[in-house]
């Protein structure tokens, strides 16, 4: 049978899990966005990432606000290069082992070769900006 990219997401709809954003200060951007009438909740220091993470809940989907504890982390490099910004977009998938399987398979490149636990203990993978039009994509397994 014809794999089919749209029945990995058929048990939930396709959903924009969260818009990853960098900031320098998360206390700055906290500000901000409460100024919209927003709230930051679930605050955490992901070391793995080696960044602060603050959620803002919008609907089925979210902000992610990155601060790093690092200069030469990954956000922090991204920091210095093109400032604040849009660092990622998230999609939520139902099984991710089986899509990144799937996209190993099809050649296409991952930022790591391994699934990790991150924010809110949810299970995250990257694809490669090269591998998917310029933008650094992430996959979110969904809750289960
Ligand atoms: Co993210």
Known sequence: ?????????SRTMPTIDHLGIA???????????????????????VESEQVRVGMIALGESRIELLEPTAE?????????KRGEGLHHISLRVPDLPSV???????????????IKTGAGGHRYIFVHPASAGGVLLELVEAAR
């Open 1 to 9: 049978m014809e794999f089919s990219y749209a029945g990995l997401f």
């Open 23 to 45: 900031v320098k200060s998360l206390a700055a951007a906290r500000e901000f966005y409460e100024r919209l009438g927003l709230t930051i909740s679930g605050e955490e220091v």
């Open 72 to 80: 030469n982390s990954p956000v922090g490099k991204f920091l210095s």
């Open 100 to 114: 990144v399987a799937k996209l190993k398979n099809d050649g296409v490149r991952l930022v790591s070769d391994e």
